[in-house]
């Protein structure tokens, strides 16, 4: 199975800055990669797909880079909207598989 | 607009057997590739089951054998049938649509999320 580690687990940030999540498989997977927002008592939400498409819809501040077995996600500059956990997942090979989540809190 | 409702959650003894339901709208459940994932109390997500559109599925280590994951095509419905429950399972289950484009791209389209809690 692909394990996928993320860090930070805990970021804590301000308004307007610039922040970066990493993803780390444990084997290489390509581009495979997506990248997802959840809110408190809301499913998730697809930002990123292929490592670095950006979903229909999402604001560009979003963006995802990397392939093989390392992977970021930077928001360019932090709403307060953007306050909320960060998950990656691999859709190289079954079983999917999620990274710990990144809890980005003020 | 793609929506996905899941009901059928609630309270069930360890070793019991529950049904979940997810009901669709604005997709065709059979010709898409669909999934559950769910989450534990204040834990992360975990993918667990997938139908392909040619009913091919797949399922996690963590419930090979104890769920199965179908569709009602008359009522555009994904189901996943959960036996031998136990108090590990105890989660919010969401329902999904996977995109596939010449490969499995992401969970684009998600639900709610329905409860289940298995406790005596």
């Known amino acids: 199975d692909i394990q996928l580690t993320q860090s930070p687990s805990f970021l804590s940030a301000s308004v307007g800055d610039r922040v970066t999540i990493t993803c780390r498989a444990s084997?290489?997977?390509?581009?495979?990669l997506a990248w997802y927002q959840q809110k408190p008592g809301k499913g998730p939400n697809l930002l990123i797909y292929d490592a670095s498409t950006l979903q229909s819809g999402v604001p560009s501040r979003f963006r995802g880079s990397g392939s093989g077995t390392e992977f970021t996600l930077t928001v360019s500059s932090l709403q307060p909207e953007d306050f909320a956990t960060y998950y990656c997942q691999q859709v190289n090979s079954y079983p999917l598989t999620f990274g710990g989540g990144t809890k980005v809190e003020i | 607009e793609v929506q996905l409702v899941e009901s059928g959650g609630g309270l069930v003894q360890p070793g019991g057997s529950l049904r979940l339901s997810c009901a669709a709208s604005g997709l065709i459940v059979n010709r898409n590739f669909m999934t559950w994932v769910r989450q534990a109390p204040g834990k992360g997500l975990e993918w667990l089951s997938l139908?392909?559109?040619?009913?091919?599925?797949y399922y996690a280590d963590s419930v090979k054998g104890r769920f199965s994951i179908s569709r009602d095509n008359s009522k555009n419905t994904l189901v996943l049938q959960m036996d031998s429950l136990r108090s590990d399972d105890t989660a919010v289950y969401y329902c999904a649509r996977a995109s596939y484009i010449y490969g499995l791209k992401s969970f684009d389209s998600w639900g709610q999320g329905t409860l289940v809690t298995v406790s005596s």
């Open positions: 139908i392909d559109s040619s009913g091919r599925t």
């Open positions: 084997q290489g997977i390509s581009s495979y």
